[in-house]
């Protein structure tokens, strides 16, 4: 189960700010055919507002498939759509199979420990994780990358402001 939770979790990509799952790979995780799989939720495109799926951009889908090696081959006519957590949600009720509930308990918990994760990091190391990042695209000398950094850099410096509780005198 472990080894499959792993393989769920590398099909698990941030595209627009959130963590989504592409089309082909849900369709091979539930074991059905992207063309049916897609046909479904075109029947009930209602249950899939844009927060639950997107469609890929020309450029999102470039980018895709040059950091994906298995992308790289897949050739198709239209661009994927991206499903979030609750579109994966409403995914395994339109699918409505054994396979697909049982893949979707599975995905939901690999969304819940990243979560967990996430949660569990303080603000400032979330702070520090993306000061980090910030700084390896500093080489294009950007200065609002630079103002963000120094805006960063204080805000882990600060002291947290603490508000005194109870009632006092004037």
């Not at 899939?48 to 498939?65: A, H, V």
């Not at 967990?116 to 080489?139: F, N, T």
């Amino acid at each position: 189960m472990a080894n499959q939770l792993a393989k769920i979790q590398k099909r698990i990509y941030a595209i627009r700010g959130q963590r989504v799952m592409l089309d082909r790979d849900l369709a091979e995780l539930y074991g059905v055919e992207l063309k049916v799989m897609n046909q479904a939720v075109k029947r009930n495109i209602k249950r899939f507002p844009s927060d639950f799926m997107f469609q890929l951009t020309d450029e999102e889908w470039k980018n895709q498939r040059s950091q994906i090696v298995t992308f790289s081959n897949d050739t198709r006519k239209y661009k994927p759509f991206a499903f979030t957590e609750h579109g994966i949600l409403m995914l395994s009720s339109v699918l409505n199979s054994g396979k697909a509930v049982e893949i979707n308990i599975k995905i939901m918990r690999v969304f819940v420990k990243m979560r967990h994760y996430v949660l569990s990091q303080s603000k400032g190391d979330q702070i520090a994780e993306l000061r980090k990042l910030l700084l390896l695209y500093i080489e294009k000398n950007d200065k609002r990358v630079n103002q963000i950094i120094i805006a960063l850099n204080n805000l882990i410096e600060q002291p947290p402001k603490t508000k005194r509780i109870g009632f006092g005198a004037d």
